[in-house]
């Protein structure tokens, strides 16, 4: 079935440090959404990419729809203490199961102050 | 903006006991998804529904039930809940993009 790799599984970093990470997946999406979790919350959607190539901000995000179809980039830029949480990617499954979204196992961000 | 609320933020409940977890969106959305969430699992899907009284199974459907009489509300049902069954449960609603909407979720403890 279709997956979703997510990069890095974690990170720490500094308040002010701009950062980046990625999700791939082992076949075409033709939607890329992008949500982020704060603790003992649900997640809440940031971005949704509908055509490859596309750049959407969001505040201090940024999400990238790649062009092969296979991979969208999130990036936040200066980041503050409360960009803590996790960040997820998911796509629609194709075919029959439209429905549904797969999800990414996410990237878990620090912010260290 | 689309509001997605949830019964309850923590329950805490015994082994054997009937559980219903309560979801009701506000934007008339067709489609109601359940999910539970574990560390290291990530997001699995329970069960969804994309109209009233219709409800198809997700990946993982064994040991729960769920009921769509109204648009707006989609009930998840733990017929006999047990400890492995301590998680943390996600209502999701969408309209006619694939864009899902999630609500605060559910703690659920069962001892």
């Known amino acids: 079935g279709q997956q979703l790799n997510q990069s890095p599984q974690s990170m720490f970093i500094q308040e002010g440090e701009d950062v980046s990470m990625n999700c791939t997946s082992s076949?075409?999406?033709?939607?890329w959404l992008w949500y982020k979790q704060d603790p003992g919350e649900g997640p809440v959607l940031l971005i949704a990419l509908y055509k490859a190539g596309e750049l959407t901000s969001n505040g201090r995000l940024t999400a990238q729809f790649g062009i092969t179809r296979k991979d969208s980039f999130l990036n936040i830029s200066a980041s503050i203490p409360s960009d803590v949480g996790i960040y997820f990617c998911a796509g629609p499954y194709s075919g029959a199961g439209s429905y549904q979204l797969t999800f990414g196992k996410g990237t878990k961000l620090s912010v260290i102050p | 903006d689309v509001k997605v609320t949830q019964s309850s933020r923590y329950l805490v409940k015994r082994t054997g006991e009937k559980v219903f977890l309560e979801c009701v969106q506000d934007?008339?959305?067709?489609?109601m998804f359940w999910y539970r969430q574990d560390p290291g699992l990530g997001l699995r899907l329970i069960y969804f529904s994309y109209d009233v009284k219709m409800k198809e199974k997700g990946d993982i459907p064994e040991g729960y039930s769920v009921s769509r009489e109204k648009k707006e509300r989609f009930s998840l049902i733990l017929e006999s809940a047990s400890t492995n069954q301590t998680s943390m449960y996600l209502c999701?609603?969408?309209?006619?993009?694939?864009?899902?909407?999630f609500g605060p979720g559910t703690r659920l403890t069962v001892t």
């Open positions: 999701a609603s969408r309209g006619n993009s694939y864009e899902q909407y």
């Open positions: 076949s075409i999406f033709n939607t």
């Open positions: 934007m008339d959305h067709e489609n």
